[in-house]
C-alpha cells in the first residue's frame, strides 16, 4: 500500500462517521488547550508579579530592623528617626536609597472625617516606593528642612474627603493641620500596597518628628545601588549598617539586616499551582488517550470484513498495522492542532480579563509549549493506538470473511 492509498483510506474512514471523530477528539483538545492556556497564564502571572513588585519599592530592598526583646526577656530600644538619618547622612550609603519605615497612624481629616494611614516620608521616598502623581507634587527637600506641613494623599482619601480638587486644600492630621500639594496615582489592583497607598496621607518625617516627637520605627529600608547585584552588595551594606548603628549605641547582637523575600514566594506558589494544573491537563490527555482506544477498539470490531478482505487481497499485517495507527495518530494530531489554537484563543481572553481586573497581565506563549503540546497529543495518539493497531493486524482473514 502507497503513502498515497494509506492517507487516502485513513481520511475515508474518519469521514464515515464525523459526529464519532470529533467527541472522540475531545478529551485530546481540552488536555493541549489547557496545557497551553495554563502555561499562558501562569508566565503571564510571573511577569504581572514582576511589575507589580517593582511598581512596590522593587526586589533589591534591605530592610534594617531591630528584636522586640534581648535573650534575657528585656525590652530593646527601638530604631528611631536619629537612626536614619544617620544612615541617610553616611557617606558610604550615600548612592543608597534609604527611607524609613513607621507604623501607620490613624487620623480624621477635614469636616469630613476619614480614616487615614498616615506615614511620613522624605522626598527620596517617591522614587523608592515607585510613586506616581495624578496632581501636584510630591514632597520636596524644602519641605523636609524646613518642616513645612504639606501632605500628599492617595487617590481614594483625596476623593472621599474633597469633592472637587484636593490641592491647596487644608486637612487635619493628629495635632496640626497640613495644606495638601499633591495627589497620587493609583498603583495597579496586583500590588499588595495598592490599599495602603490609596487611603495614605504622605507627610514630611520632619514634620511628624514635630508632632509626635522622635517615634520609633518599625524598620529602615534601603535600596542597594544599582551597580552591581544585591547579592553582591548585601555583606558590605550589612557591614556599614552594623557599624554606623552601633556607634550609635543600637547593640549589634539585636540588630538585623536582611533582604526581603521579594517575588521569590509568589513565583514559588505560581509555580506549583503550575504543577497542579499541569497534571491536571496531563490526566485530561490521558482520558483522551484512553477515549481514542476505545473508539479504535470500536472501529477495528465494526470493520473487520474490511480487514480481512485487505489481508485476502495481499496486504500485509504491517500495512493495517499502519493504517489504523495512522488514523488514531490522525485524531490526535487534529485535536492537538485545534486544542493549540482553541488554547491561544483562551489565553488571550484570560490575558485581556486579568488585565482588566488586576491590571497588567500580559499575553506570553512560548512556541516551545505549543510544539510540546502538540508532540503530545500526537504521542497519545500513537501510544494508544498501537494497541488496537496490533490487533487488527493479528486478526485471521478467513475468520474475518466468515463475520457478518
Known amino acids: 500500500m502507497t503513502p498515497q492509498d494509506l492517507w487516502s483510506t485513513v481520511w475515508r474512514a474518519l469521514r464515515i462517521n464525523p459526529q464519532r471523530s470529533a467527541l472522540t477528539l475531545l478529551g485530546v483538545i481540552m488536555g493541549v488547550g489547557t496545557l497551553v492556556v495554563l502555561s499562558s497564564a501562569m508566565a503571564g502571572g510571573l511577569v504581572a508579579i ?94 523636609e528642612q524646613a518642616g513645612r506641613r504639606v501632605a500628599v494623599l492617595g487617590p481614594d482619601l483625596a476623593a472621599n474627603l474633597f469633592a472637587g480638587s484636593a490641592i491647596g486644600q487644608e486637612l487635619r492630621i493628629a495635632d496640626g493641620r497640613f495644606r495638601v500639594v499633591g495627589v497620587l496615582s493609583r498603583k495597579s489592583a496586583l500590588n499588595a500596597g495598592n490599599r495602603f497607598w490609596s487611603r495614605a496621607a504622605v507627610i514630611p518625617t520632619s514634620s511628624y518628628a514635630e508632632l509626635t516627637g522622635d517615634p520609633a520605627l518599625t524598620a529602615i529600608l534601603l535600596k542597594a545601588p544599582a551597580e552591581r547585584p544585591l547579592a553582591q552588595e548585601l555583606p558590605w551594606l550589612e557591614h556599614v549598617v552594623r557599624k554606623l548603628l552601633t556607634a550609635r549605641g543600637v547593640q549589634p547582637d539585636n540588630l538585623r539586616v536582611a533582604h526581603s523575600m521579594g517575588a521569590g514566594q509568589e513565583h ?137
Open 268 to 404: 514559588a506558589v505560581i509555580l506549583a499551582l503550575q504543577g497542579l494544573l499541569l497534571a491536571v491537563a496531563g490526566i485530561s490527555m490521558g482520558v483522551g488517550g484512553i477515549n481514542i482506544m476505545n473508539i479504535m477498539l470500536v472501529t477495528v470490531a465494526e470493520r473487520t470484513r474490511e480487514i480481512g478482505l485487505r489481508l485476502a487481497l495481499g496486504a500485509r499485517p504491517r500495512d493495517v498495522r499502519r493504517q489504523f495507527l495512522l488514523e488514531a495518530a490522525t485524531l490526535a494530531g487534529l485535536g492537538g492542532a485545534v486544542g493549540v489554537l482553541g488554547g491561544l484563543l483562551l489565553a488571550a481572553l484570560v490575558s485581556v480579563v486579568m488585565s482588566r481586573v488586576l491590571g497588567d497581565w500580559p499575553l506570553v506563549v512560548d512556541p516551545g509549549v505549543l510544539l510540546l503540546a502538540f508532540l503530545s497529543a500526537l504521542g497519545v495518539g500513537v501510544v494508544f493506538g498501537w494497541y488496537p493497531a496490533s490487533r487488527a493486524a493479528r486478526l485471521n482473514p478467513i475468520e474475518c470473511l466468515r463475520n457478518e
Open 50 to 143: 514582576k511589575h507589580s513588585i517593582d511598581d512596590a519599592s522593587g526586589d533589591d530592598v534591605v530592610t534594617v530592623t531591630v528584636r522586640w526583646r534581648d535573650p534575657q526577656g528585656r525590652a530593646v530600644p527601638r530604631l528611631t528617626l536619629a537612626n536614619w538619618a544617620t544612615l541617610a547622612a553616611a557617606a558610604p550609603l550615600r548612592q543608597a536609597l534609604t527611607v524609613p519605615e513607621i507604623g501607620s497612624e490613624q487620623a480624621l481629616a477635614g469636616s469630613r472625617p476619614q480614616r487615614a494611614q498616615v506615614i511620613a516620608l522624605p522626598p527620596q521616598g517617591q522614587a523608592f516606593y515607585q510613586l506616581g502623581l495624578d496632581q501636584g507634587r510630591f514632597l520636596l527637600a524644602e519641605d
